[in-house]
């Protein structure tokens, strides 16, 4: 069974940095490009950003870049976000994804962001 | 990267067929067959439902289909039961290594 488990979730001031991460059990994670979706409340699913599988070519939603940077550890089946002057905006549900032929097919429960003073 | 266009709320008795619209651009949409549509049940994690326009995951009844034309993509849920009450999003590549998600649609079984 392929899981996907974000965690480092948490309240953070604006301007301030998080860094999250998921790990994947259940697939050949090295193979695998990765995604970060987010969710703000009440609003619809935004892509953020792509990890490819070997060469880790990475790309980023405008809104993000330059503030997030994602990578990925195949040895620890991890993929990251780490973000940078955060923004009351970026509040949001941040869920990683597994790419399947540029769509998403497996997804994490996802991990909460709140960006507020 | 604007969002894809879906209608905000579509609705159907149990047994009907559904249709949900998902309008993008040439260079989204029309531009690639990588249009995917998921099902996100509040609280939980979405799945995907369709892949490539018109392929269904294993697992995935048969009661979805999903379709292009031009700058739309549509997703069609037969024979609706009340399980498949949830917010529907489409997705597309959008090129430069980028994609795009439609606003969502909540469809509700009456």
């Known amino acids: 069974e392929v899981q996907l488990v974000e965690s480092g979730g948490g309240l953070v001031q604006p301007g301030g940095s998080l860094r999250l991460s998921c790990a994947a059990s259940g697939l050949t994670f090295r193979r695998r490009w990765m995604h970060w979706v987010r969710q703000a409340p009440g609003k619809g699913l935004v892509w953020v950003s792509r990890i490819t599988a070997d060469v880790y070519t990475t790309s980023y939603a405008d809104s993000v870049k330059g503030r997030f940077t994602i990578s990925r550890d195949n040895a620890k089946n991890t993929v990251f976000l780490q973000m940078n002057s955060l923004r009351v905006e970026d509040t949001a549900v941040y869920y990683c994804?597994?790419?399947?032929?540029?769509?998403?097919?497996?997804w994490g429960q996802g991990a909460l962001v709140t960006v507020s003073s | 990267q604007s969002a894809l266009t879906q209608p905000p709320s579509a609705s159907g008795s149990p047994g009907q067929s559904v249709t949900i619209s998902c309008t993008g651009t040439n260079s989204d949409v029309s531009g690639y067959d990588y249009v995917s549509w998921y099902q996100h049940h509040p609280g939980k994690a979405p799945k995907l439902m369709i892949y490539?326009?018109?392929k269904r995951p294993s697992g995935v009844p048969d009661r979805f289909s999903g379709s292009k034309s031009g700058n739309t993509a549509s997703l069609t849920v037969s024979g609706l039961q009340a399980e498949d009450e949830a917010d529907y999003y489409c997705s597309s590549y959008a090129g430069s290594n980028n994609w795009v998600f439609g606003g969502g649609t909540k469809l509700t079984v009456l």
């Open positions: 994804a597994t790419d399947w032929n540029y769509g998403f097919d497996y």
């Open positions: 490539e326009v018109n």
